[in-house]
């Protein structure tokens, strides 16, 4: 917030923002969410050669079949990955990999993510995607 009389600050930095108050409760939490999700948008997922995942300040450990999607997920982070291409990745270790199966992974993985405030989004018909959580 900057008062009244007082110059604005200067930044060329997408996730800073100012306002001179008066302002009201509801334009405030607006700018707030841009931010955010602008900030979010900066971040990107980090997964190392032992399986660790991290995204922002948090980390989890996944397992190898977890680490084998979603190295194709950051590889491709907020794009879409098709079915196809995790299929691929994965026969090499599961050639017998069914549909189910594969669902079952991803499942899984969801349930880990949730921690570290990612999400992966079922674009339907076509594959998945890897996003930050929308707060």
């Known amino acids: 917030m900057v008062e009244g009389g007082a110059q604005p600050p200067v930044s060329i930095d997408p996730v800073e923002d100012w306002v001179r108050p008066p302002i009201s409760q ?3 939490e607006a700018r707030v969410r841009a931010l955010q999700n602008r900030f979010n948008n900066r971040r990107l997922p980090n997964l190392d050669s032992a399986g660790t ?3 922002g300040r948090h ?3 996944i397992s ?3 680490t084998e999607l979603m190295e194709l ?5 907020g794009e879409v990955v098709y079915r196809d291409e995790f299929v691929q990745r994965l026969a090499k270790h599961m050639p017998d990999l069914t549909r189910n199966s594969l669902d079952l992974h991803f499942m899984r993985l969801r349930r880990r993510l949730v921690p570290i405030d990612l999400s992966i989004r ?3 018909g076509r594959g998945y995607m890897l996003e930050p959580v929308e707060v």
Do not use: A
């Open 26 to 28: 509801d334009d405030l």
């Open 53 to 55: 995942l991290t995204f």
């Open 59 to 61: 980390s989890i450990v």
């Open 64 to 66: 190898t079949t977890q």
């Open 73 to 77: 997920l950051i590889e491709r982070y």
């Open 122 to 124: 079922t674009v339907w």
